[in-house]
């Protein structure tokens, strides 16, 4: 019998993460990448001594209490912790992390991406080249929206919202944040911070979604925040699909209320809202905003760090429950 710890590991992870596993734990991989159904988790776990999951599995409270009491830890392999349910872990003693720092370079070049895709239409500008439907020009062509000098305001001001703030000054935005807390004033780097983010929606001719969804920000841009945007705002979501409202944000691309949404995150992925997808004036990304060799990597080994530690009888730099 192995003496190492019995890691679940639910989805095909990078090799070098994999290879790392093998040395440290029994890993019971997953070559396949087949997703789990919560029962197949479940039984998957017995005998197991911890889960390095995604945010693909969904740990509610009943799964959390079918998991084997062998299960001491569950280390994610993401920031994001709102497939798990932390108080349930908390509960029956199962020490949850996650992997921040690692993704914020990739995740704010994505929202970045969003952000200049729904701006200058770019994904309606790559399926018109993309399909022959290019057929002449004129002045009045595919004209977008310019993005150099615009406010911007950034809904979580956390390590994400803080890399996007930066690389937004590339293009001489003017950044206002709304955030839980006023970040120190060399982290704000002359930002804005708006205790209310009510006040901050007049001034946002984009607005970066980068909160986690938490139940204090679940549908957080609903109808009344985005009449509060400027007519023309740009909505960009690099979070979570539960922070907007769908229904809400249709009606305002739809009405010309918003003149576009760039959007890497949807509720009920990958089953997102089909209005979405007709519509000319979104700028759609299958959320790959981690989804970079480097980040990937990163958060593996980020997630084992997490490991190493809880066997070792330490606290992980990184737990959430
Ligand atoms: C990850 C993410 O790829 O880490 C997060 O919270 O949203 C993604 O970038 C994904 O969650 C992996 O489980």
Not at 87 to 107: F, W
Not at 150 to 162: E, Y
Request: proline share 5%; aromatic share 4%.
């Amino acid at each position: 019998m192995s003496s190492k710890p019995t890691v679940l590991v639910t989805r095909k992870l990078p090799d070098a993460v994999e290879a790392r596993l093998a040395g440290g734990y029994d890993a019971r991989l997953n070559p396949d990448d087949t997703l789990y159904t919560s029962d197949g988790l479940v039984a998957a776990a017995d005998g197991a001594d911890a889960i390095l999951p995604c945010h693909t599995e969904k740990f509610t409270a009943d799964v959390i209490a079918r998991l084997p009491a062998s299960v001491k830890a569950i280390a994610n392999f993401s920031v994001g912790v709102d497939h798990v349910d932390l108080q349930a872990a908390k509960d029956k003693g199962i020490i949850v992390t996650n992997t921040p720092d690692v993704l914020s370079d990739a995740t704010a070049e994505i929202a970045l991406l969003c952000l200049l895709g729904a701006a200058r239409r770019a994904g309606e500008g790559e399926a018109l080249v993309r399909t022959g439907g290019w057929k002449d020009w004129s002045p009045a062509f595919m004209v977008g929206t310019q993005v150099t000098g615009k406010r911007l305001g950034i809904v979580g001001m956390g390590r994400v919202g803080q890399v996007v703030a930066k690389r937004a000054r590339c293009f001489d935005m003017e950044i206002h944040y709304h955030n839980r807390s006023r970040l120190d004033p060399a982290l704000e780097a002359g930002a804005a911070f708006h205790p209310d983010l009510d006040d901050m929606l007049p001034r946002c001719q984009f607005l970066s979604l980068n909160c986690p969804n938490t139940p204090e920000t679940r549908g957080l841009l609903n109808a009344d925040r985005i009449a509060k945007l400027p007519d023309g705002a740009i909505v960009i979501n690099t979070a979570r699909g539960g922070v907007v409202d769908d229904d809400a944000l249709i009606a305002a691309l739809k009405s010309g209320k918003l003149a576009a949404a760039g959007l890497d995150v949807f509720n009920n992925e990958p089953d997102i809202h089909p209005a979405y997808r007709t519509l000319k004036n979104t700028f759609l990304l299958p959320h790959i905003g981690s989804a970079t060799r480097e980040t990937r990597d990163a958060m593996g080994f980020r997630a084992l760090d997490n490991l190493d530690a809880i066997f070792a009888g330490r606290e992980p730099n990184d737990r959430v429950a």
